[in-house]
């Protein structure tokens, strides 16, 4: 499985991105998805997963809930994250990830595939 991960940027505080993550190699419907990030100097940090199929099970970071959405597009193998309202300390490198089918974590090291990762900076 190969992920790429797309759409990050500057924005100014208080915008809006849409982050993608392409899965191929495979189809990852039934895989759990999960959004990470990692700023400069710390450690990669959970932001959001999505359970495979129907994405009945969703969990989010409490420092982005109500403001991050992660969805996902089985037909288009590809997962998303509409980001709203952002902050300063949402500046990282965005990765998405992907675990085999079973409960849905928020451990890193629990994720079989990684993509490249996609720069969010936000300017105050």
């Known amino acids: 499985v190969q992920l790429q991960a797309s759409g990050g940027g500057l924005v100014q505080a208080g915008g809006s991105l849409i982050l993608s993550c392409a899965a191929s190699?495979?189809?990852?419907?039934?895989?759990?998805m999960g959004w990470f990030r990692q700023a400069p100097g710390k450690e990669r940090e959970f932001v959001a997963v999505?359970?495979?199929?129907?994405?009945?099970?969703?969990k989010y970071a409490d420092s982005v809930k109500g403001r991050f959405t992660i969805s996902r597009d089985n037909a288009k193998n590809t997962v998303y994250l509409q980001m709203n309202n952002l902050k300063p300390e949402d500046t990282a490198v965005y990765y998405c990830?992907?675990?085999?089918?079973?409960?849905?974590?928020?451990?890193?090291?629990?994720?079989?595939?990684w993509g490249q990762g996609t720069l969010v900076t936000v300017s105050s």
């Open positions: 990830a992907a675990d085999l089918p079973g409960g849905v974590t928020t451990i890193p090291r629990f994720y079989d595939y």
């Open positions: 190699g495979r189809t990852v419907s039934n895989y759990n």
């Open positions: 999505i359970s495979g199929n129907d994405g009945s099970t969703i």
